[in-house]
């Protein structure tokens, strides 16, 4: 799977990666910067933030009611860097 991680100053970083890993594991192993993976994937420490648009979002399986108080689906540009 291709994961596009975009900094808040707009840069991006494209990678490839195994379907399964998750996106965390993925900027850690790619050399992304600011995430650090502190809390092990577990999403308590706040520091990663995902932004999926509607079609992509459909192919995600709802997460359980205490991870997603922690998430929520935004807008493409809602919450992104100006380009």
Do not use: W
């Not at 990678?15 to 910067?33: F, K, L, T, W, Y």
């Not at 577990?42 to 933030?49: E, P, R, Y």
């Not at 995600?60 to 100006?82: D, F, H, I, M, N």
């Amino acid at each position: 799977m291709r994961i596009r991680f975009v900094q808040p100053d707009g840069t991006e970083k494209c990678v490839n990666e195994d379907p399964g890993v998750s996106v965390m594991v993925a900027a850690i192993r790619h050399g992304v910067a600011g995430i650090n993976g502190d809390c092990g994937g577990s999403m308590d420490c706040a520091t990663c933030h995902v932004y999926l648009d509607e079609a992509q979002s459909k192919l995600v399986p709802p997460q359980p009611v205490t991870k997603s108080t922690c998430c929520r689906l935004s807008s493409p540009s809602e919450g992104r860097p100006a380009a």
